[in-house]
């Protein structure tokens, strides 16, 4: 089946989450053609558009990652438009965000050309939960980000409600932490990394009186 025999629409709804079972060679073809970030997990494309507050939250998570790390020339903090790869052609994915250390290594493109858009070795990625959201990255894509050997970390924020859930890579293989933060009382912690849940949500109307 040729990759244009897909059709994909031309916009996406606010906070919608759409999938359509393709091969690696149609998603491959259709990289360039798509007017918004489509990804590749598990034979299937997947695309969304997020909502004001799921940016908010991405904006705030890069400006404290950013402060974290302002001192160290080694970590560079990532928005969602590097591509983070899965081993062995198994996924293609946007996280919301990513930091990685030197010496980064960087993935091929569909073409066979080294892209510096393209990132194997993240040691953290975030991603943001929405409605549409929540249950595929907090499982089937949560899965596949255990997969990449440099990933230490996982971070999924949700944007409806104070909930931050982490995991932690053990040195045991295959072996992960997790950790739940319900409370805006608590600190996230990321080993050595403490990131107060009143910062990531400092954005947020949670907390405040409605009017």
Do not use: C
Not at 92 to 111: L, M, Q
């Amino acid at each position: 089946m040729e990759a244009v025999s897909l059709k994909l629409p031309k916009t996406l709804k606010e906070d919608e989450l759409l999938f359509i079972p393709a091969t690696w060679e149609e998603y491959v073809a259709l990289l360039d053609e798509t007017p918004y970030t489509i990804q590749f997990l598990n034979g299937e494309l997947f695309m969304g558009q997020a909502s004001e507050m799921h940016e908010t939250l991405v904006g705030v998570l890069i400006w404290l990652f950013n402060n974290i790390y302002i001192d160290s020339d080694a970590y560079r903090v990532l928005g969602s438009n590097i591509k983070i790869v899965i081993p062995d052609q198994a996924g293609d994915v946007n996280a919301d965000v990513s930091v990685v250390k030197d010496p980064i290594e960087y993935g091929a493109t569909p073409g066979g050309n080294v892209s510096t858009s393209r990132i194997k070795n993240p040691e953290i990625v975030v991603e943001v939960l929405s409605k549409s959201t929540r249950v595929f990255d907090s499982i089937e894509k949560l899965g596949y980000y255990k997969l990449i050997p440099s990933l230490k970390h996982i971070l999924l924020v949700d944007q409806e409600q104070p909930f931050v859930s982490v995991y932690s890579r053990t040195s045991i293989p295959n072996e992960w932490l997790n950790h739940d933060y319900r409370s805006l009382d608590e600190t996230v912690r990321l080993a050595d990394i403490a990131l107060p849940m009143t910062a990531i949500y400092r954005k947020s109307s949670f907390g405040k009186p409605t009017k």
